[in-house]
């Protein structure tokens, strides 16, 4: 079971990695955000070696997306 843990812990590090780059290039706070949990979700998984922060970082990822934090898709705008 700590191996599972520890493939989320580091798929939850690499997306915040990515989230991280991100937030370089559009310098939205709601990515940074989104890092940020994720982060520390898996910091707290590895170190406690449990299932429940991979959890707790994920409902909480979706209820800052659900708030609007998430940047979305570009809207094209040139009329068509």
């Known amino acids: ?13 690499f997306m915040a990695v990515a989230l991280m780059f991100t937030y370089q290039r559009t310098r939205h706070y709601g990515v ?6 994720y982060a520390a979700s898996a910091g707290l998984a590895i170190v406690l ?15 800052l997306r659900l708030l609007g934090l998430d940047p979305g898709g570009r809207e094209r705008d040139t009329p068509q």
């Open 32 to 37: 940074l955000l989104l890092g940020i949990t």
């Open 1 to 13: 079971m700590q191996i599972i843990v520890y493939i989320f812990a580091a798929s939850f590090f």
């Open 49 to 63: 070696t449990h299932w429940w922060p991979l959890v707790a970082g994920f409902v909480l990822v979706w209820i």
